[in-house]
């Protein structure tokens, strides 16, 4: 195996304080300002890169190194959520204190973005010298709003297809991501009767008909076959909108559902089954009339946890750190799963405790960052031997 090249921690820093200093929040999602942090980097290293925008500032940045097969690709995403409020620290300053950085993007997803760029221009040379295939960095865009201008544009509209991908998001460098759970949105609508506020006994509410339901669905437990890489299945209430004014019974209510579910269920298989909770609550109260439809879902995705990804990052980690991270399964979604789609084999590895994420005071402890471009680098050296 190819020796790995030493990494300077304060190199990584600095790139990734930089990085968080390019305010990139989403929405409204303008990733142009971190595009460009990204691309004076690579064109600093000798690393050249291609711009792609569907609309002006939604920035994706993708960068080959090498040729031929196989075409591996690395992937971070340039957006963040809002910082939101409760932060100690100023979220768009990158602050380092105590062998972490804080900031917005920190580990998610920025800091993987650092490592992987850091690594990537410590072995270009060899990549470029010894024929061993491609390896395609991706800065993406749009990835915390659904990737309409980033991996979904990418991939359906400039061509985007390497042979496999490592979406480099949080995994603490000691897990890599092999499943997904699937993700299924359910509408429910509650239809009533209006009536003057003062006369609510000549009217239906909607609202009230639809809490009953809600009631029912705290303790609803959905049909399914138990998976070693997944906990059980799960709903959530996330959104609820009714009512026409404050002095008027409710002749309408809206309630969206999010369904993360296991391989062994199927969305119209889910819906029928709150469809039959719907009528066991309307056999004990006639008035309710409320009808569920599916506004849309991702399969579930599972990677065999003997796939030469999962194999590559294993044994690439074991060489740098001393030991093999664990297959897991998540009940979150990443771009893993339109890659997967796409015929795009896709595991998820990168630095970060996922848990930080989306948080006031995210941060990202240095010494991930560190481990994971060594990863990264060692991963670039040595896939040909894995992917062949």
């Known amino acids: ?188 609508k509650s239809k009533g009767k209006l009536a003057h506020g003062s006369r609510p006994h000549e009217g239906i509410n909607a609202i009230v008909k639809m809490t009953k339901v809600i009631a029912k669905l705290e303790t609803f437990k959905m049909s399914y076959e138990e998976h070693p890489l997944f906990s059980p299945p799960t709903i959530n209430v996330g959104t609820i909108i009714g009512g026409e004014a404050v002095n008027v019974v409710p002749s309408e209510c809206t309630c969206m559902l999010d369904i993360r579910y296991l391989p062994s269920q199927t969305p119209n298989g889910i819906l029928s089954e709150i469809k039959s909770l719907i009528e066991e609550v309307r056999r004990n109260d006639p008035q309710v009339n409320i009808e569920a439809e599916i506004t849309g879902f991702e399969d579930p995705l599972v990677t065999p946890q003997d796939h030469p990804l999962v194999k590559l990052i294993a044994e690439s980690s074991l060489r740098i750190a001393g030991f093999k991270p664990k297959p897991i399964g998540i009940g979150g979604g990443t771009v893993a799963k339109p890659l997967v789609k796409s015929g795009i084999p896709s595991v998820v590895y990168g630095p970060g405790d996922e848990a930080i994420c989306h948080k006031a005071d995210e941060y990202i402890e240095i010494a991930q960052l560190k481990l994971a471009a060594q990863v990264y680098a060692d991963i670039m050296l040595n896939f040909e031997k894995y992917l062949r």
């Open 1 to 188: 195996m190819t020796s790995t090249p030493k990494i300077d921690e304060n190199e990584v820093v600095s790139l990734l304080l930089k990085l968080i200093r390019a305010k990139s929040e989403n929405p409204p999602g303008l990733e142009e300002e971190a595009a460009a942090v990204v691309k004076e980097y690579l064109d600093f290293n000798g690393l050249k890169c291609e711009i792609y925008e569907k609309s002006k500032g939604r920035t994706n940045v993708l960068c080959k190194i090498g040729s031929g097969k196989p075409n591996l690709a690395l992937i971070c995403h340039l957006d963040v959520v809002p910082a939101g409020s409760g932060w100690t620290k100023p979220p768009y300053e990158g602050i380092v204190e105590n062998g972490k950085v804080y900031g917005r993007g920190s580990t998610d997803n920025k800091g993987a973005l650092a490592s992987l760029l850091v690594a990537a221009s410590k072995v270009k040379d060899f990549i470029e010298q010894s024929n061993s295939g491609t390896v395609t960095i991706a800065a993406v865009a749009d990835e915390e709003q659904g990737n309409t201008y980033g991996i979904s544009y990418l991939i359906n509209e400039v061509g985007f297809k390497p042979d496999y991908a490592i979406v480099c998001e949080p995994t603490s460098c000691n897990t890599i991501v092999i499943a997904e759970k699937g993700i299924l949105r359910i509408r429910l």
